[in-house]
């Protein structure tokens, strides 16, 4: 081999190593360019989440519900309260099915007059509240005790995303909720007031003789008593037309000068 082949030779060889070095600095390179984009493409979710979550603390919140006017009562009402933090304006609201009250066509009519309405706006922590039924209504199985709200208003950004509760005031039917805490105990107490008092109507009713006698009895010593005095101070006792006149739930009177 003459030194021109070897020469040949020796830079064929350094031109495959360098396409080999060029090609894994290459790929390294296209390595780098596909994590920079990914960095970018989680940088750009990251962005939108914050923006999201910046608007949504800063957006209203319309929120439906039907539930007691208030802890000691029986009355249902259909609440529309704005909980977020700006005003919501323009809001609107649907029910499917149309509202319907237990109480009559009439209030029905006003509820589905009063939702149709869009209100100018609602600030923040705005109620209304709407007379809607009463608890009965759980034991009227011709009217339904499910409803699908949606809520559509605008923010401080524009049109909101449509909201939608399904409020199922049935599935509270059995609890507490709309009754006064002690409800029960009070319930059991006039029971036990009825009883007494029946067993005191009873008495009364079986032992009429003796009470009459007892009553007697006091209306004779009360008589002796002022006999008594009467001669220990030389005067004539006074008439006492009403001594032999019994109570009039048959009880024996009374002696106020017993003691």
Not at 101 to 119: C, Y
Not at 175 to 200: C, F, M, N, T
Request: hydrophobic share 35%; with cysteine.
């Amino acid at each position: 081999m003459d030194t021109g082949d070897v020469i040949a030779t020796t830079s064929a060889a350094v031109a495959l190593l360098a396409a080999g070095f060029s090609w894994r600095q290459t790929k390294h390179a296209k390595g780098q360019v596909t994590t920079a984009q990914e960095q970018v493409v989680i940088a750009q979710q990251q962005l939108e989440h914050a923006e999201k979550a910046h608007r949504e603390q800063n957006e209203p919140y319309v929120v439906v519900d039907i539930q007691p006017s208030d802890p000691a009562s029986g009355v249902l009402v259909v609440v529309v309260e704005n909980i977020g933090t700006t005003i919501a304006r323009n809001v609107r609201i649907t029910a499917d099915p149309p509202l319907e009250s237990g109480w009559g066509a009439d209030l029905t009519a006003m509820l589905q007059r009063a939702l149709s309405h869009t209100f100018p706006m609602l600030p923040p922590g705005r109620r209304l509240e709407f007379l809607f039924d009463e608890q009965e209504r759980f034991q009227n199985a011709d009217l339904p005790t499910g409803y699908a709200f949606t809520v559509r208003c605008e923010g401080p950004y524009g049109p909101m995303e449509d909201l939608e509760y399904i409020v199922d005031f049935g599935t509270w039917a059995e609890s507490l909720v709309g009754q006064r805490p002690l409800k029960k105990v009070e319930d059991k107490l006039g029971k036990i007031q009825d009883s007494l008092g029946s067993l005191a109507d009873a008495y009364r009713k079986s032992h009429a003789p003796a009470i009459r006698e007892e009553g007697e009895r006091i209306v004779r010593a009360r008589r002796e008593r002022m006999a008594r005095r009467a001669q220990q101070s030389g005067n004539t006792p006074p008439e006492d037309p009403g001594a032999d006149a019994p109570e009039p739930d048959g009880t024996a009177p009374t002696d106020p000068s017993a003691d």
